[in-house]
């Protein structure tokens, strides 16, 4: 097939199906329709928001991104991929965007640009994702034999549509590559609430779907896989309330044993290992000696920090007066629930000032603090110097390194 005859087909599933598609030849893109495609990874310029296909061209593939987006790969002859969306699976609101910024996945500068940008984006059911692949695949995988969905079952005399369509999305399903997203933040969620018990639960799901083939050989790519998990549980952990320091510290120790280990069987039950590591220093930050209510508190504060928080909400979250409510915060605490917030907020603002490059009046403000002088002047109170300094020496002991 050349060139002429594949952007033909490619303006046909683009106008039949309203995704925007591209010919990357040689990872160059040399065709697409449009002429820009609009994605995460154009919008924040991070390469890696693009999904990386593994060696396949006997079928479609549906990878999604950390940025909810999924796209269709389809590997062709000489070299040429194909590769069309990005479309979504449900809609992305605004205030969805939080939860992956404060997880390092999306930068500050994008929230506003990134928010219009999915208002925008095609959502796709699995049915219309399913048969949007299968068009694909169709056009430009003639040589195969496809089922002829019109046949009549012989036992029963009905369409066998919807049993096809079940055993083959059951397939393709299975070639979504990554993590559902969705699971991830969950498991987010129960390591920053300090739940071992959920967290393992959680990963006994995770591990029932397929692993991400992430390297050539199946220790490497197991390796990078765990390397990936134990990042994001170091940053659930900080959000959970556990010094940056101390979460790194840990992490650091697990990918030493993660490199060091030789062989698959050596990192069997390793991510149960981590899990509980981070899960225990979580309890520990937070102590055991609050009252549910309180500890309610927390986990609501600790969800929301880069959001608007007033007592009323977190009263009303939790079931309580809130009166009642701050009173008891004080008490158990020794602290007032407006100091905590203000804290916590500062506590994980300091790893982006220490590990980005994002101007410190971003931080501030998707943080929710009204201004930057307000925001280095608590800075400089919980954490002993202004962001500028807490920065400039971060850069100073890496280049030291």
Same mark, same amino acid.
């Given at each position: $097939?050349?060139?002429?005859t ?7 599933f683009?106008?039949?199906?309203? +995704?925007?598609?591209? $010919? ?7 065709y ?7 994605c ?17 061209d006997?079928a479609? /593939?549906y ?5 909810f ?7 062709? /002859?000489?070299?040429?991929?194909l ?7 449900k ?12 997880a ?8 506003a ?16 994702l ?6 694909l695949?169709?056009?430009?995988? &003639? ?6 969905l ?5 036992d029963?005399?009905t ?7 079940? /055993?083959?999305?059951d ?13 991830e933040l969950? +498991?987010?969620? $129960? ?7 959920? &967290?393992?639960?959680i990963?006994?799901d995770i ?5 991400a ?11 990078? &896989?765990?390397?990936?998990?134990c990042?994001?549980?170091?940053? #659930? ?12 510290t840990l992490?650091? =120790? ?5 490199e060091?280990?030789p ?7 390793f991510?149960?290992e ?13 102590g055991s ?8 508190? $927390?986990?609501?504060?600790? #969800?929301?920090?880069?959001e608007?928080? &007033? ?5 009303? =979250?939790?079931?309580?007066n809130?009166?009642y409510?701050?009173?008891l915060?004080k008490?158990e605490?020794g602290e ?6 203000v ?7 300091e ?6 490059s994002d ?12 201004s /930057?002088s307000?925001?280095?002047?608590c800075f ?18 890496? +280049?030291e390194?």
């Open positions: $097939m050349n060139t002429e594949r952007i033909h087909l490619l303006r046909m683009h106008y039949a199906t309203g +995704i925007p598609v591209e $010919m990357l030849v040689r990872n160059a893109v040399a697409s329709l449009p002429e820009i495609v609009p995460a990874a154009r919008i924040t310029d991070d390469a890696s928001l693009f999904p990386v296909p593994y060696p396949n006997k479609v /593939q990878l999604s991104t950390p940025a987006e999924t796209f269709f790969l389809l590997a062709v /002859q000489d070299g040429v991929l590769r069309a969306g990005p479309v979504l699976q809609p992305v609101l605004p205030d969805q965007l939080a939860p992956q910024i404060r390092g996945l999306l930068p500050f500068r994008c929230k640009e990134l928010a219009d940008y999915f208002a925008s984006c095609p959502v796709l059911d699995d049915r219309h399913f048969y949007s692949g299968k068009l695949e169709t056009l430009f995988l &003639s040589d195969q034999s496809l089922p002829d019109t046949e009549v079952e012989p029963t005399g369409p066998i549509d919807d049993s096809y369509y079940s /055993q083959t999305m397939y393709r399903t299975r070639q979504f590559q990554h993590v559902p997203y969705a699971i969950e +498991i987010c969620r $129960m390591i920053a609430n300090g739940d071992t018990i959920s &967290s393992k639960h990963l006994g591990n029932r779907l397929p692993r083939k992430l390297a050539n050989t199946p220790v490497r790519s197991l390796k990078n &896989s765990l390397i990936c998990s990042t994001f549980m170091a940053r #659930a952990a900080i959000s959970g309330g556990v010094k940056p320091d101390e979460a790194f992490s650091d =120790a697990f990918i030493q044993r993660i060091a280990a062989t698959t069987n050596h990192l069997a039950d991510e149960a981590m899990i509980e590591s981070f899960t225990t220093r979580v309890q520990t930050a937070r000696r609050h009252s549910a209510a309180v500890n309610q508190a $927390m986990e609501y504060i600790d #969800a929301h920090l880069s608007p928080i &007033s007592i009323s909400d977190i009263a009303s =979250a939790v079931y309580h809130a009166n409510l701050s009173g915060f008490r605490t007032t629930i407006h100091n905590y917030i804290r916590r907020r500062i506590e994980e603002a790893y982006f000032v220490r590990h980005s101007p410190i009046a971003e931080i501030a403000a998707f943080y929710q603090f009204c /930057q307000h925001f280095v002047q400089r109170k919980i954490v002993g110097q202004t962001p500028g300094a807490c920065r400039s020496q971060h850069l100073r002991a890496r +280049i390194k």
